[in-house]
């Protein structure tokens, strides 16, 4: 079995959830390629080790670019604020590294373009952090839309909505900050708008308006002295996909009592499909050929029979978690480095979805409808 190095830059939540998901896929998916983790950086370099000591890393840097010269990184994995992302995966590109960038993929469509076109001239594999779209039953969603179980698609419903942006205490930070892109239709709005893409195809079309609904915010936790903020905290955006049929999308993260709602509901003339993120190992399907007149949603939950449910537990409604879903995310990136076909998304993927983002942005800016 060939050994391949990783290297993570950040160790913030996703760093430490992609440590989590090399060390797991190593043992959960056994393949062609086993990781190592090599080297460990973030600017914080007592950051840097405890991740070290934690996770068993041989080597941590308070520089980022000396895991990338390290010549026994093979991958490096970005976990960083969304503005360090174009430099550091063009970096890595240039070196010949595989990568993984977290989402979004970049600030705009720009960055995202170059970004792809480097990866795909240099040969290397990418893959961006799109984890939910890794669960069993959103993929079973996918197959049951293109077998017509549903019939033709009529309309989308989706949306992602957190909470915790709600409170106007909570201090300005990178994720308010312009320069790393847009606010929340780009932190959440990135992964619902992969979902719709994931599940009906290409969007061709928006119409939005975002909305910023806490003007100012302390600039440190605690503090009197206030911040302007710049970004929007709810997009609501009309979209219209290839396929004909159109929709509705929200990106939310002022949604009080919201957790993770990442959901949608898909009408066809056939039947509908309903998923939330809150209750993500459960998948409601409607049939309008119900027998008898016995009508209502079925309920399918998540079982070893919904690849790759199974590796993790062999019991049906025992249920999956977060990490899982990064930790076939992580494993089916292995995959994609031994040559095998997985369904990404790359970072050609992510151009795609951030250009639906910047579309959204667009409109909200002219107020009027913007072609994809």
């Known amino acids: 079995m060939k050994k391949i190095g990783i290297g993570i830059i950040g160790t913030g939540f996703m760093g430490l959830s992609h440590a989590l998901a090399y060390r797991a896929a190593a043992g959960i998916f056994p393949d062609e390629i086993s990781p190592e983790l090599i080297c460990v950086a973030d600017i914080d370099k007592a950051a840097a080790e405890k991740a070290c000591q934690r996770f068993g890393f041989r080597r941590y840097t308070d520089n980022w670019q000396a895991l990338i010269d390290d010549p026994e990184v093979d991958i490096v994995s970005i976990t960083t604020p969304n503005r360090f992302h174009p430099e550091q995966a063009l970096a890595a590109i240039k070196a010949g590294k595989h990568v993984h960038c977290e989402k979004p993929i970049a600030p705009g469509s720009k960055d995202a373009a170059i970004m792809t076109q480097a990866a795909e001239a240099k040969g290397v594999i990418t893959q961006v952090g799109f984890n939910y779209l890794k669960n069993p039953l959103i993929k079973l969603a996918r197959e049951m839309i293109a077998d017509g179980e549903l019939g033709e698609i009529i309309s989308f419903r989706g949306i992602h909505a957190e909470d ?10 990178w994720r308010l900050d312009p320069t790393g892109g847009a606010g929340a239709i780009a932190d959440l709005g990135s992964h619902i708008v992969a979902m719709a ?17 806490i003007h100012q915010r ?9 911040r302007q903020v710049a970004v929007d905290d709810i997009a609501r955006l009309t979209v219209e996909f290839a396929r004909g049929c159109k929709g509705s999308i929200e990106a939310n993260w002022v949604a009080t009592g919201r957790k993770m709602q990442l959901a949608f509901e898909i009408y066809g003339c056939r039947g509908s499909l309903h998923f939330s993120q809150e209750r993500f190992n459960e998948l409601h399907f409607y049939r309008t050929d119900g027998q008898g007149g016995h009508y209502g949603y079925q309920k ?30 992580i494993a089916e990136f292995l995959r994609a480095i031994a040559g095998q076909k997985v369904s990404g998304p790359d970072f050609r993927e992510a ?4 250009k639906v983002i910047d579309g959204a942005i667009a409109s909200a800016r002219e107020k009027c409808r913007v072609n994809i």
């Open 164 to 173: 915790f942006m709600a409170s106007p205490s909570t201090p300005w930070s």
């Open 197 to 213: 893409r994931f599940l009906l195809g290409p969007v061709v079309a928006v119409q939005a308006d975002l909305e910023t609904v």
């Open 218 to 226: 302390p600039v440190s936790a605690g503090a009197t002295e206030l």
């Open 300 to 329: 399918i939950e998540a079982g070893p029979q919904h690849l790759p449910y199974g590796a993790f537990c062999p019991a049906p409604g025992h249920q999956l978690g977060f990490n899982d879903l990064k930790t076939i995310e």
């Open 351 to 354: 151009w795609e979805i951030q």
